[in-house]
């Protein structure tokens, strides 16, 4: 059964504070993704990693940065978080060889920044 | 004009009723195309591919019509259980990158 797994589902942090996101996948696929869930906005590309240590710009970068030293780990980072962060980030990948290529999601993070 | 674009919905259907959802793109140059479904603050799981020829998966059946650039799927026999958010999914390329969302549709299926 394929996996991708975040590790918080719940996480409550204060302004300013540093916040780390992990993500893992076990299907040794090459893209990973970082996006942000919001009513009525969808879903929002933060990053994307098409392999280790290489990294793209999604449609909001602005607040993040991203880490991928391991084909199986992509981590988001919060320099310094603000109120207007408090989201649902959700992790997924997906391969690029053969197959239809469709993206498999983590549970996500449920963000609250005070 | 945003990229992918869904029926606002929601729709609210009782149960057994026969249901379509439609989903239009504006990137002519796009490869492949799924439907997500969404339960409420669960994440996204894929649905169904959706191919040229059109593919059935028991009660769902989605068509692509390229040359209208549109997206469809049908729900036969609604359960209750079908209750969520349906996501269309259209990437330019077969990369596994650029994945571009619609903003969903929700679905309510009424006792």
């Known amino acids: ?114 | 004009r945003k990229e992918v674009e869904q029926d606002p919905g929601p729709f609210n259907v009782p149960e057994g009723a026969t249901v379509a959802f439609n989903c239009t793109y504006s990137n002519s140059a796009s490869q492949s195309f799924f439907w997500y479904r969404q339960d409420c603050r669960k994440e996204p799981k894929l649905l169904m591919s959706v191919y040229s020829s059109g593919n059935e998966d028991g009660r769902f059946t989605a068509q692509l019509n390229r040359a209208s650039q549109y997206i469809s799927l049908l729900i036969r026999d609604s359960k209750l259980s079908d209750s969520a958010t349906y996501l269309c999914v259209v990437t330019p390329d077969n990369y596994g990158q650029n994945f571009v969302f619609g903003p969903g549709t929700r679905l309510s299926v009424l006792p």
Not at chain 1, 53 to 68: F, L
Not at chain 1, 76 to 92: D, P
């Open chain 1, 1 to 114: 059964d394929v996996k991708v797994t975040q590790s918080s589902r719940y996480l409550v942090k204060r302004t300013g504070e540093k916040v780390f996101l992990e993500c893992v996948q076990d299907m040794d696929h090459e893209n990973m993704f970082w996006y942000r869930q919001d009513p009525g906005l969808g879903l929002r590309l933060i990053y994307f990693s098409y392999d280790v240590k290489m990294k793209e710009k999604g449609d909001i970068p602005e607040g993040y940065s991203v880490s991928r030293e391991k084909k199986e780990r992509f981590s988001l980072i919060l320099e310094s978080a603000s109120t207007n962060q408090t989201s649902m980030y959700l992790c997924a990948s997906s391969g690029t060889s053969g197959g239809d290529n469709e993206q498999f999601f983590g549970p996500g993070t449920r963000l609250t920044v005070l």
